[in-house]
């Protein structure tokens, strides 16, 4: 990993740009390799930068496409107009723009956490041009809302918090931010050697600048895309594209079976569970790149 003139860690080796995917709204991308396209969506409270050690490997063989999401790091934050400007189905569209833009009309799709819930919408809303999807340590939204009930659900106090209206979360999280995005780096993360200081310092950083688009997408989580999610459960439409999940092992812990909800989307699906934190492209990155690779092969 490198720095850029600002001091701001950057994958090395990767080339930086600007790419414009809707009106007036840019994505912050790092490009770099030959072949097959795949593109690396990143999580909360993340930036690009948590597949640095994932794209290094993939890079070698693959065109590796991996930007910060509206609304995140470097990209573009326009503000909530109607309820979709932060819906996963605006955000897909983002990124088939983004690849269209960078020459290509199929590409495989992996996403951590948030990313993978845009993957998802991206699958569904774009089947004939995601090759092939992973998810990593998330469940489909609908499902996650469906399956948080009790006093396990205290484990996403924050859901709740940002699916409320506009005013009060962004307020709170905005007094304390570095505590509210550092508490989740913190206790999602079995080895905090996984995220150095100062990625953990670029990852505050772009969410304190943040706090109002973030909240705009998890409020979008708790609104439009579960009635997007609904309307695909109820007309069938699946996942058609080889599926790759990696998850720890808290379906168990929370009292569900993801194997069984997962394959209600995914047809041609591989549940893979991994030991390590949430962050398991920082803890894990061997085995996320093997799982990866192994999907690009099916």
Same mark, same amino acid.
């Given at each position: ?53 994932v794209a290094a490997d993939l890079v070698a063989d ?34 088939? %723009? ?9 590409? @495989?799709? $992996? *996403?951590? +956490?948030?990313?993978?819930?845009? !993957? ?39 859901l709740y918090l940002m699916a409320q209206p506009p ?41 304190? %600048?943040?706090v109002t688009s973030i909240v705009a997408d998890y409020? @979008?989580? $708790? *609104?439009? +895309?579960?009635?997007?999610?609904? !309307? ?67």
């Amino acid at each position: 990993m490198e720095k850029n003139a600002t001091t701001a860690p950057v994958i090395a080796g990767f080339d930086y740009r600007r790419v414009p995917v809707a009106d007036g709204v840019s994505l912050n991308v790092a490009v770099a390799g030959t072949g097959s396209p795949i593109v690396l969506l990143h999580g909360f409270p993340q930036t690009h930068l948590m597949w640095r050690h994932v794209a290094a490997d993939l890079v070698a063989d693959h065109t590796v496409i991996c930007p910060d999401l509206r609304g995140y790091g470097a990209s573009d934050k326009p503000a909530e107009t109607d309820g979709t400007t932060y819906a996963k189905r605006t955000m897909a569209a983002d990124i088939v %723009a983004l690849a269209r833009a960078l020459g290509h009309e199929r590409f @495989a799709l $992996a *996403g951590h +956490d948030r990313g993978a819930l845009v !993957a998802v919408r991206a699958g569904l809303d774009h089947p004939e041009t995601i090759t092939h999807l992973a998810c990593l340590d998330v469940l489909p939204t609908l499902d996650m809302w469906e399956v948080m009930h009790g006093v396990s659900a205290a484990v996403g106090f924050h859901l709740y918090l940002m699916a409320q209206p506009p005013g009060l979360p962004e307020k709170m999280i905005a007094a304390s931010s570095d505590a509210f995005f550092g508490h989740f780096l913190d206790i999602w993360t079995n080895d905090s050697r996984a995220i150095p200081a100062d990625v953990r310092t670029a990852y505050l950083e772009a969410s304190r %600048a943040a706090v109002t688009s973030i909240v705009a997408d998890y409020r @979008a989580s $708790a *609104g439009i +895309d579960v009635v997007h999610d609904r !309307a695909d459960r109820d007309a069938g439409n699946r996942l058609r594209m080889p599926v790759t999940v990696l998850q720890q092992d808290w379906g168990a812990a929370l009292g569900f079976d993801a194997v069984a909800l997962w394959s209600a989307w995914a047809p041609d699906l591989r549940h893979i569970p991994v030991t390590c934190g949430h962050f398991m492209a920082e803890e894990a990155p061997a085995d996320v790149a093997k799982a990866l690779r192994d999907l690009l092969s099916r």
